[in-house]
């Protein structure tokens, strides 16, 4: 019987702490507040970020990002719809798998990838 609640109280302990653990640590809040602000740090001093500010660059046609596509294992690419500053398009990734791709117009970076 000793034995057992001893056995109990261990468990009982363990399970308690595990929890707390694993919540005990919000540090990528402080992370993404940083990151999120870091662009208007420099606004007022004259150094502007044009990262994306599309105006000097030039808007390329779906087939010319379409080898770098492939590079990244997508094929079988549908029939693109360009948006504002993107195209979605339907595609098959490396497992066969039909995703909607959304590419940027202007510098060819995957947007998101939804399945």
């Known amino acids: 019987m000793k034995k057992f609640l001893v056995l109990a109280g261990l468990a009982a302990a363990l399970f308690a702490t595990v929890p707390m653990a694993a919540q005990a640590d919000n540090y990528r809040h402080d992370d993404r507040r940083v990151y999120r602000d870091h662009g208007k740090r420099d606004w ?64 060819g970076a995957i947007i998101s990838v939804g399945f």
């Open 44 to 107: 007022g001093r004259g150094s502007y970020d044009r990262r994306h500010d599309y105006r000097h660059m030039k808007r390329r046609d779906f087939g010319y990002w379409r080898p770098r596509l492939e590079r990244a294992r997508y094929h079988h690419f549908g029939r693109p719809i360009f948006y504002d500053h993107y195209y979605r398009v339907p595609c098959r990734d490396y497992r066969g798998r039909l995703v909607m791709l959304t590419v940027n117009a202007y510098t």
